[in-house]
């Protein structure tokens, strides 16, 4: 994953996966399903939130991005220590899904623990291995 960051404020980490590379039928309930059965094996699932649908019903001329079909969050927390009060501002956690006609980009706020980081690396490199042709 690539790491950068956004508007000299956030850091995050982002990877694209073009369509060509991956099997026909894939749709990004099919990835977000993936990433739902492996974060729940070690952390709590909240919910999944259909940002492009909620934009769109609260303004139908929300500024979206040009070129996104869809754009979804898988909403967790896998962290249970609270060590100061500060860290709740960066708790729950979230990574967002957004469709393209080409391709599926993957972005998430990048956590402060080089292992987590390691671990979401492998996760996401895990479940595009089972969606490339």
Known sequence: MEKMIL????PIMKTQWLKSELKEDVKLDDIINAFVEKISQKAKLIDIFDH????????????IYEGIIAAKNIVFCGWVDIAIPEMLAIKPR????????????ITMLQVPNP?????FEKMINWIKEN???
């Open 7 to 10: 508007k000299d404020l956030y």
């Open 52 to 63: 492009y649908t909620w934009s769109k019903q609260t303004n139908p001329n929300a500024n």
């Open 94 to 105: 979230s990574i967002w899904f957004a469709e393209f006609e080409d391709k599926f980009f």
């Open 115 to 119: 292992e987590k980081v390691k671990e």
């Open 131 to 133: 969606f490339i042709k």
